[in-house]
């Protein structure tokens, strides 16, 4: 019985997981103190071939560190002001279209996010101008708001009201109101992808012929990819299905970090309208070019 309780110490110290060698160690910790969770997921991933025996121990680590940057992340929302949670952009730059105008023109979007624990706020608003010898030639203006309740890690639900006022594209107000389901398929710090559908209202004032409301489907893609740290690409996409007129409208950018906070992007925008009125045609592009300041 003696024995056994001498070589006790001895048989706890077997069952403790093997050290990390010292190179494994420094790759992780300079991993975890970078932030990045994609590159602590390469060093776990490799750490099973360079030495198995500690992997078990390196992927524990590793799942505390994530454990505790979430929890530490949730406590910083439920503490924050409302201010303090608002991030956003603004882009100003100029566009080349094709379509019902062709003209060089100048071109100014903003964007706000506040991304809570629960509730998400987007607000999106946008300005197209164009006078050529002193002609109004573009005039498109357009403003977004999607509040979204997250009630689940992926899933959420959402609402969304959208003015637009484009002349030159045969209507003077249209007001679009939805609301439904949301998903985010992909979620990570590289690549996200959202998802939603849901039943949608809509008024079209148009310029010469009788308004229109319509019941249609609302689906939109949000998709971003971060290439690198200082590059990465886009794309948004929204469609308004009804029976009389349907919209499809597609955005897709490239945006490059040039210094702090100030990035160049470059954009192609194409906006089809099904049914146009007479003498309008059923797609507009638009390739803008673009200085954007986060904020």
């Known amino acids: 019985m003696r024995a056994l309780f001498l070589a006790f110490p001895l048989l706890l110290a077997n069952a403790e997981d093997p050290p990390i060698p010292p190179t494994i160690k420094a790759m992780l910790d300079a991993a975890m103190s970078s932030g990045n969770e994609a590159d602590v997921a390469v060093i776990v991933k490799y750490a099973k071939t360079a030495d198995p025996a500690s992997a078990p121990l390196v992927a524990r680590i590793a799942g505390d560190w994530r454990s505790k940057r979430r929890e530490v992340a949730q406590q910083a929302l439920r503490e924050a002001r409302f201010l303090q949670l608002v991030k956003g952009h603004i882009e100003l730059g100029g566009y080349v279209t094709t379509g019902n105008s062709e003209n060089i023109g100048v071109t100014a979007t903003a964007e706000v996010k506040r991304e809570g624990i629960e509730w998400r706020h987007k607000l999106r608003v946008q300005a197209d101008f164009q006078e050529s010898l002193g002609v109004t030639t573009r005039e ?3 403003a977004a708001y999607e509040p979204n309740w997250k009630f689940d890690s992926r899933a959420y639900m959402y609402g969304a009201a959208q003015y637009e006022s484009d002349r030159f594209s045969g209507f003077g107000d249209r007001v679009s109101l939805s609301s439904g389901a949301g998903y985010s398929a992909i979620k990570n710090s590289t690549i996200k992808l959202d998802l939603e559908l849901g039943p949608a209202y809509r008024y079209t004032r148009f310029i010469g ?74 797609t507009d592009t638009t390739s803008r070019a673009a200085l954007v300041l986060d904020f």
């Open 140 to 142: 498109r203006y357009l």
């Open 209 to 282: 012929a009788p308004a229109e409301n319509n019941i249609a489907a609302r689906g939109s893609v949000d998709f971003a990819w971060k290439l690198s740290r200082g590059m990465s690409v886009t794309q948004t996409a929204s469609a308004y299905i009804e029976k009389d007129n349907s919209t499809v409208a597609s955005k897709s950018a490239l945006l490059a970090r040039l210094i702090g906070p100030l990035s160049a992007q470059l954009s192609y925008t194409v906006q089809y309208e099904s049914a146009p009125p007479i003498g309008r045609v059923t």
